[in-house]
């Protein structure tokens, strides 16, 4: 089943955050800082997050960048190429996660690491240059165009660079570790494929990233718990002209409306970990602001729900439940005054942005 999605503007507020922490910029150090914080210069300040990989299924990027979406200056440093040597994965940046990182106002600063430390077979403890990453910082805050605009012209015209700036540092890595890395002619063709031209870039990530969407539509994640139809095929696409390959854990269909649904699942705990939580709501962003949508060419209405499910609950509660309610399945489940004002937050959230978040029993 497939389905299409269109998305023409984002309106969306957000409410489950944290407290980041202040860096001055005399002390930045892109690989010092935690993974989402403010950085504070003269009276500028910008909200800065930074990705451990280009790929957005490793360790929680839309969780660092959502922690950063409800300030006016937003940043996220993401390597262009992240490569663990030979016998390890080696992962490139996709157009599509530009033009999410464009549709959310965040301007992307597309680094290259120049260090690491050598691990049986393969590198870890990878540095960015810092150098290079606070040179753009000062850039973007002389930088009055938008997000959108710094991102694709960074693309056009720096681009190129960086990938001879990523061939030179992993040449340098892989002399002084004595671990073998992937061949430079996967970055030259690379930066063949996406040319110079923007438009070639983004098929060629498209491309990729339809093939990882349906090994994934395959694919059932042990942190997803399903109790309605499986997983469906979605394609947002948006204003900017960026399209999403992504894949929805689980759909509701009745004759008028389909439900949307992102399921986060623990077996361990009452709730699933605020990175999960955070990575779906990024998700709830994108689904509750569909303007149209259709279901194998047949328009429909839709609504997003977040579902976050445990082994350990007894019952269920929704964003739309009562007081009383909620107060009868905290008590049964016995939960701690912090969960309780976790689940508030999410569920006020949910309310403010017109989709539903249920939390319930699953095995």
């Known amino acids: 089943m497939d389905v299409i999605g269109t998305i023409t503007g984002l309106k969306y507020q957000i409410l489950f955050t944290n407290d980041l922490k202040d860096v001055n910029i005399e002390d930045f150090d892109i690989n010092k800082i935690p993974s989402s914080c403010l950085l504070k210069n003269n009276k ?56 999410l990182m464009s549709l959310l106002d965040v301007f992307v600063i597309f680094a290259y690491y120049e260090k690491a430390k050598k691990r049986g077979n393969k590198i870890t403890n990878q540095q960015f240059d810092n150098n290079y990453v606070l040179s753009k910082i000062k850039e973007i805050e002389q930088y009055h165009s938008s997000a959108l605009h710094w991102n694709l012209n960074e693309l056009n015209m720096c681009l190129h660079t960086i990938i001879d700036k990523v061939k030179l540092s992993y040449a340098n890595i892989e002399e002084t570790t004595k671990v073998k890395l992937h061949n430079t002619s ?18 060629f990530s498209r491309n990729k990233a339809q093939k990882a969407q349906s090994r994934e539509f395959v694919t059932q994640q042990p942190k997803e718990s399903l109790s309605t139809l499986s997983k469906a095929k979605i394609t947002i696409t948006n204003y900017l002209g960026g399209q999403y390959f992504l894949t ?25 970990s605020k990175g999960d939580i955070k990575d779906g ?47 009868l399945f905290f008590l049964e489940n016995n939960f701690s005054d912090k969960q309780m004002e976790l689940v508030e937050t999410i569920f006020a959230e949910a309310r403010q942005n017109n989709f539903v978040v249920q939390i319930r029993y699953s095995k």
């Open 44 to 99: 500028n300040t910008s909200a800065i997050s930074k990705w451990v990989s280009p790929k957005r299924t490793r360790s929680y990027p839309f969780e660092r960048v959502y922690n950063t979406l409800h300030f006016s200056k937003k940043i996220t440093v993401i390597p262009v190429v992240k490569d663990e040597g030979a016998s390890g994965d080696r992962d490139f940046i996709q157009w599509d996660t530009v033009s």
């Open 281 to 327: 709501l990024l998700k709830m962003i994108l689904y509750s602001n569909l303007s149209k949508i259709s279901v194998n060419g047949k328009n429909t209405k839709s609504n997003a729900v977040l579902n976050l499910t445990s082994s350990k609950l007894k019952g269920i509660i929704t964003s739309s439940s009562s007081k009383k309610d909620n107060g």
């Open 248 to 272: 929805v854990d689980e759909i509701k269909i009745t004759e008028k409306n389909i439900s949307l649904i992102e399921g986060k699942h623990t077996k361990n705990a009452l709730l699933p």
């Open 186 to 203: 996967g970055l030259d063709n690379f930066k063949e494929k996406i040319g110079k031209d923007v438009s070639l870039f983004m098929s």
